[in-house]
């Protein structure tokens, strides 16, 4: 079982090599006097989704499909699921009526559209990558938008102004983050190709790989970071997480891995089209209505998180049942 402990290895490198991005670049953009806001929006929200990013590119390169798109099923669904679950019986988190009403929305457009895409001749072509693309980058402008993310900008400029940091770290932060990216690049070649062996092994399609290993695996950073948000007082960074993830990975992940697979595009294998996204719609329905009940969800009503923990079982046992091959 060579490749399931090669591809266990890939994954701590892909969740060790997103790490290592996202310290040093947020420690480069202070340096730099880049808004903490702009951080947020930019560098936390995308640099969680990074080993879903790495994988998507790398399964694209070399036409692995099911990986690609298994990938995003399988991270997404464990994260609005298990990890969102196990993170309320832990803590509260609190939701807005902007979060719900923005990004909860958001997160049940990009499902939908991921569908649509995938009715369309079974595959994402190159061109549909970039356009889902374009629609995360016009998604962030609004959230930046909403937020007033340029003000906070031009405010906190005017602060560094008067407050000089020191960067004599700044080398060694630029050195961390080109390791982390060398980290992630070699990581995901070395997942994508120890799940085809582990696929061919067991005899199993690609896509479950995809979703039940590293679907999950890729989830990490995501866990990460929800707990310590939790542990930190924080529940609202640890479901803006969760939910900004939803978002990044249908859209920005799947779009650069269907750009990777050039003419050829990624093909949908059709138990991921009418399972696993309507799954994941359905869930990601369940978890928005269980913090539009009282705007928050976490250990005060530990059924909640039991609810969303007995959907992923669910998931699960349905996918061995009837979805092995």
């Known amino acids: 079982m060579l490749a399931l402990l090669f591809l266990t290895l890939g994954l701590i490198g892909l969740w060790a090599g997103a790490t290592l ?48 798109i298994g990938t995003n099923l399988g991270s997404d669904i464990t994260q609005i699921t298990f990890i969102l679950g196990f993170t309320a019986l832990l803590g509260t988190m ?76 700044y080398v060694q932060n630029i050195f961390l983050m080109m390791v982390g990216i060398a980290l992630l690049i070699y ?58 993830s939803n978002i990044t990975d249908p859209m920005f992940s799947l779009g650069f891995g269907a750009v990777a697979a050039g003419t050829s595009g990624l093909v949908f294998d059709k138990n991921l089209l009418f399972f696993d996204i309507p799954f994941w719609f359905a869930a990601s329905v369940i978890a928005l209505l269980l913090f539009r009940r009282n705007m928050k969800i976490g250990k005060e009503d530990r059924k909640e998180g039991l609810i969303l923990i007995g959907l992923y079982v669910l998931f699960v046992f349905l996918k061995i049942k009837f979805f092995l091959h």
């Open 21 to 68: 991005v996202v310290e040093s670049a947020k420690k480069i953009a202070v340096m730099l006097k880049v808004s903490q806001a702009l951080i947020g929006l930019t560098i936390i929200s995308i640099g969680t989704s990074l080993p879903e990013i790495a994988t998507n590119i790398k399964a694209g390169l070399v036409k692995a499909s099911g990986v690609a």
């Open 94 to 169: 609190y939701a807005t009526k902007k979060l719900l009403r923005r990004d909860g929305m958001m997160v049940l457009a990009s499902i939908v559209i991921m569908f649509i895409i995938g009715l369309t001749g079974y595959k994402v072509m190159w061109y549909e990558g970039i356009a889902i693309i374009v629609i995360y980058l016009i998604y962030l402008y609004k959230v930046a938008k909403d937020e007033k993310v340029s003000k906070k900008i031009m405010s906190e400029i005017a602060f560094s102004k008067n407050h000089k940091k020191s960067n004599k770290h």
């Open 187 to 244: 990581a995901s070649d070395f997942v994508v190709k120890n799940a085809l062996k582990l696929a061919d092994i067991w005899g199993v399609s690609e896509s479950f790989i995809g979703v039940m290993i590293i679907g999950v695996g890729t989830g990490l950073p995501e866990l990460s970071t929800a707990i310590t948000a939790i542990i930190r007082k924080a529940g609202d960074i640890s479901i803006g997480t969760l939910i900004g």
